[in-house]
């Protein structure tokens, strides 16, 4: 079965993914579980060898602090599927759990795994070349689609990288604004 099939089938159905039971509190209780894990933070934005493609742009609070809501702006949608990016290259499976978690709920309900087990599958199935470029990859914001500020479209042909994807690899995903942050709903 190609990569995308499956991650099709797990993310369309479910985000890519398969379940984390849904969302930032099951990501963190499975990161509480698994203590050789550290657990996905919403409050940063993780380092990147190359600059995010929405650098310069972001204020210093673009990300979220205790209670404080997301920005809901196009700048934070990037930020956070650039964080799913560079999760899905390091094989952070709290971090792609986390972003991923309202898909993974919905291919969960469908009958596939949680986050958890489906995406260390889909970690097997990215070539060592693809994970390395995804550790770095950025998004050009002149590419991404924006329906309405809580759904924004993240087409395959905004990812940029040192390797190549294609949609059958990666595909292009949905983010919605959901309990206060962009969170990736759906996958085509």
């Known amino acids: ?8 089938a797990a993310v369309s159905a479910c985000v890519m993914v ?6 930032p509190e099951k990501a963190k209780e ?13 409050t940063s934005k993780e380092p990147s060898a190359a600059p995010s493609a929405s650098a ?3 204020k210093p609070s673009a990300a979220p602090t205790g209670n404080q809501p997301a920005p809901m702006t196009k700048e934070r949608a990037i930020q956070r599927y ?13 971090t792609v759990c986390e972003v991923a978690g309202p898909g993974a709920k919905k291919a969960e309900e469908q009958g596939f795994g949680p986050c958890t087990s489906t995406y260390v599958i889909v970690f097997q199935m990215i070539s060592p070349e693809q994970k390395k470029a995804l550790r770095t990859a950025t998004v050009d914001p002149g590419r991404v689609v924006v329906r309405t500020l809580d759904k924004i479209e993240m087409p395959l042909e905004a990812v940029r990288s040192s390797a190549t994807f294609t949609e059958s690899d990666l595909g ?14 759906d996958g085509k």
């Open 1 to 8: 079965m190609k990569t995308r099939t499956m991650v099709s």
């Open 18 to 23: 398969a379940a984390c039971a849904c969302g």
């Open 30 to 42: 499975d990161a509480a579980a698994k203590p050789s894990q550290p657990a996905a933070s919403t």
């Open 56 to 58: 310069g742009t972001e």
């Open 82 to 94: 650039e964080q799913y990016l560079h999760g899905l290259g390091r094989e952070d499976i709290a």
């Open 172 to 185: 292009s995903y949905t983010l919605e604004y959901l309990k206060n942050d962009y969170y990736i709903t």
